[in-house]
């Protein structure tokens, strides 16, 4: 049926068909009151003369529209950077909050000591940003600390070159003899010969996320979960306007149109930009890590060495976690659980705490890292971030953000909302690492301000 919108004081309204019956936008949680958000059931496009030109703000909203595809981390704190910022804010997410990549870690808040010899630039985000999440979301997580220890004559020689590294990263280390490092951790294999401290720590997954996502929606953007993007749509100009979507509650597509689009869908960042045929270099890197029933140190203990298998076992609230492992795929929806690798990983835990061979199996599972690089391979590849302004590519209004960590996804998101409001000519500063997230309880409470 013909579908039909009028202008009534004000608002926005549609008749369908010969009944007249009419719908408030109040009454379509998918419509917003922008004329660069009119999401249109089925496929329809409203035309461009009844909403005025997208481009002229003044038409009933005057801030300008982001439209934010993914929910994990990065895509979560980058609605509330552009929130703070005066953007009206739309984030799709196939799934739920976190339920891809960032749902999946095991949740260390990285020093940077992991990387301070291999990816000195890494090393340098991951200690600059553990220490404004301590500040920002201490209510997801726990202070503990962490060990770099030395099993091995190998772990030894990595020694000096840790202490240099740590030390180019700004990485406070103290040197802890075997029997300082059994005192804090009695469960540590005996056999030790190093150990040094760090500040690593826990996080709560889920409570992160929620937390940016909370703080997001408490200053008016909205989130559109199990809302799967099917199609980047482009003007005749080069430029992307909008996206298309399909609900997946309700199997209907509709648009969603705005001044910017983010791609921030971590290890799938390729293949949305591939929707229209950007290119970006990320390689989906999975990893296992398997979950034990006994949580048997309180601080993290970490391998004395280059970034490897099973290196890193966490404590988790009532468990311990190990991992990970690392190969490439090609479709990142797809990972199966080898059971070889599990196996390794229960000889990697018991090699740096030997009770682990007391516990049980809680849980395995994996996830997709999304590491930049094109030419290397695996572990080689930069645990940095990059955001691609696709204007280099010949395509406007579209931004994608990728690779990076849990640990660097509010600085992700600075770097992301600082290039947008240049693209728009914005003037705007970040504000995120001076105020503390809303609590991740209040997500799914109504929302207080707009």
Same mark, same amino acid.
């Given at each position: 049926?013909?579908?039909?919108?009028?202008?009534? @004081?004000?608002?926005?309204?549609?008749?369908?068909?010969?009944?007249?019956?009419?719908?408030?936008?109040?009454?379509?949680?998918?419509?917003?009151?922008?004329?660069?958000?009119?999401?249109?059931?089925?496929?329809?496009?409203?035309?461009?003369?009844?909403?005025?030109?997208?481009?002229?703000?003044?038409?009933?909203?005057?801030?300008?529209?982001?439209?934010?595809?993914?929910?994990?981390?990065?895509?979560?704190?980058?609605?509330?950077?552009?929130?703070?910022?005066?953007?009206?804010?739309?984030?799709?997410?196939?799934?739920?909050?976190?339920?891809?990549?960032?749902?999946? @870690?095991?949740?260390?808040?990285?020093?940077?000591?992991?990387?301070?010899?291999?990816?000195?630039?890494?090393?340098?985000?991951?200690?600059?940003?553990?220490?404004?999440?301590?500040?920002?979301?201490?209510?997801?997580?726990?202070? $503990?600390?962490?060990?770099?220890?030395?099993?091995?004559?190998?772990?030894?020689?990595?020694?000096?070159?840790?202490?240099?590294?740590?030390?180019?990263?700004?990485?406070?280390?103290?040197?802890?003899?075997?029997?300082?490092?059994? $005192?804090?951790?009695?469960?540590?294999?005996?056999?030790?010969?190093?150990?040094?401290?760090?500040?690593?720590?826990?996080?709560?997954?889920?409570?992160?996320?929620?937390?940016?996502?909370?703080?997001?929606?408490?200053?008016?953007?909205?989130?559109? @979960?199990?809302?799967?993007?099917? $199609?980047?749509?482009?003007?005749?100009?080069?430029?992307?306007?909008?996206?298309?979507? $399909?609900?997946?509650?309700?199997?209907?597509?509709?648009?969603?149109?705005?001044?910017?689009?983010?791609?921030?869908?971590?290890?799938?960042?390729?293949?949305?930009?591939?929707?229209?045929?950007?290119?970006?270099?990320?390689?989906?890197?999975?990893?296992?890590?398997?979950?034990?029933?006994?949580?048997?140190?309180?601080?993290?203990?970490?391998?004395?060495?280059?970034?490897?298998?099973?290196?890193?076992?966490?404590?988790?609230?009532?468990?311990?976690?190990?991992?990970?492992?690392?190969?490439?795929?090609?479709?990142?929806? +797809?990972?199966?659980?080898?059971?070889?690798?599990?196996?390794?990983?229960?000889?990697?835990?018991?090699?740096?705490?030997?009770?682990?061979?007391?516990?049980?199996?809680?849980?395995? +599972?994996?996830?997709?890292?999304?590491?930049?690089?094109?030419?290397?391979?695996?572990?080689?590849? @930069?645990?940095?971030?990059?955001?691609?302004?696709?204007?280099?590519?010949?395509?406007?209004?579209?931004?994608?953000?990728?690779?990076?960590?849990?640990?660097?996804?509010?600085?992700?998101?600075?770097?992301?909302?600082?290039?947008?409001?240049?693209?728009?000519?914005?003037?705007?500063?970040?504000?995120?690492?001076?105020?503390?997230?809303?609590?991740?309880?209040? +997500?799914?409470?109504?929302?207080?301000?707009?």
């Amino acid at each position: 049926m013909p579908l039909v919108w009028r202008l009534v @004081t004000g608002m926005v309204w549609m008749t369908y068909g010969k009944t007249g019956v009419r719908t408030k936008p109040g009454n379509l949680p998918w419509l917003r009151m922008s004329e660069r958000n009119f999401i249109i059931n089925g496929k329809r496009q409203l035309q461009e003369h009844l909403i005025g030109l997208r481009s002229k703000r003044s038409y009933m909203n005057s801030k300008p529209h982001a439209i934010v595809i993914g929910a994990g981390f990065t895509g979560c704190a980058i609605a509330y950077d552009l929130a703070l910022r005066g953007f009206d804010v739309s984030v799709v997410e196939r799934g739920e909050i976190s339920s891809g990549t960032s749902g999946r @870690t095991h949740g260390l808040l990285h020093s940077g000591g992991r990387y301070c010899v291999t990816d000195v630039e890494a090393g340098i985000e991951c200690i600059q940003e553990n220490i404004i999440l301590r500040k920002i979301a201490k209510q997801c997580i726990e202070y $503990n600390g962490g060990l770099f220890v030395a099993l091995s004559e190998e772990d030894l020689e990595y020694a000096v070159r840790f202490e240099k590294g740590a030390e180019e990263c700004g990485i406070p280390i103290d040197k802890l003899t075997p029997a300082e490092a059994i $005192n804090l951790e009695p469960a540590l294999n005996p056999k030790v010969l190093l150990a040094y401290t760090v500040p690593d720590g826990a996080f709560d997954p889920l409570r992160l996320a929620f937390a940016f996502a909370a703080s997001a929606k408490q200053l008016g953007a909205q989130f559109f @979960t199990y809302t799967n993007v099917v $199609n980047i749509i482009i003007d005749g100009q080069r430029r992307v306007v909008g996206i298309e979507v $399909n609900g997946r509650a309700n199997d209907r597509n509709y648009e969603f149109r705005g001044d910017v689009v983010i791609n921030a869908t971590g290890a799938w960042a390729g293949a949305i930009a591939d929707l229209i045929g950007l290119p970006v270099p990320i390689v989906p890197t999975p990893g296992v890590m398997v979950a034990y029933d006994q949580r048997l140190t309180n601080r993290v203990i970490n391998r004395l060495v280059e970034p490897s298998d099973g290196d890193i076992l966490l404590p988790q609230r009532r468990m311990s976690v190990i991992g990970t492992t690392s190969f490439e795929v090609e479709d990142a929806d +797809y990972i199966p659980v080898v059971e070889d690798q599990v196996a390794q990983m229960y000889k990697c835990a018991c090699e740096l705490v030997p009770a682990v061979a007391n516990t049980k199996q809680r849980g395995v +599972y994996m996830s997709a890292r999304p590491l930049i690089g094109e030419a290397l391979k695996g572990r080689s590849l @930069t645990r940095t971030f990059k955001c691609y302004d696709h204007a280099e590519d010949g395509v406007e209004g579209m931004v994608t953000i990728t690779g990076g960590k849990a640990t660097t996804c509010r600085a992700m998101a600075e770097k992301t909302v600082d290039l947008v409001c240049k693209k728009l000519g914005i003037n705007e500063v970040c504000t995120t690492a001076n105020q503390p997230l809303a609590s991740y309880r209040t +997500y799914y409470q109504e929302q207080v301000a707009k």
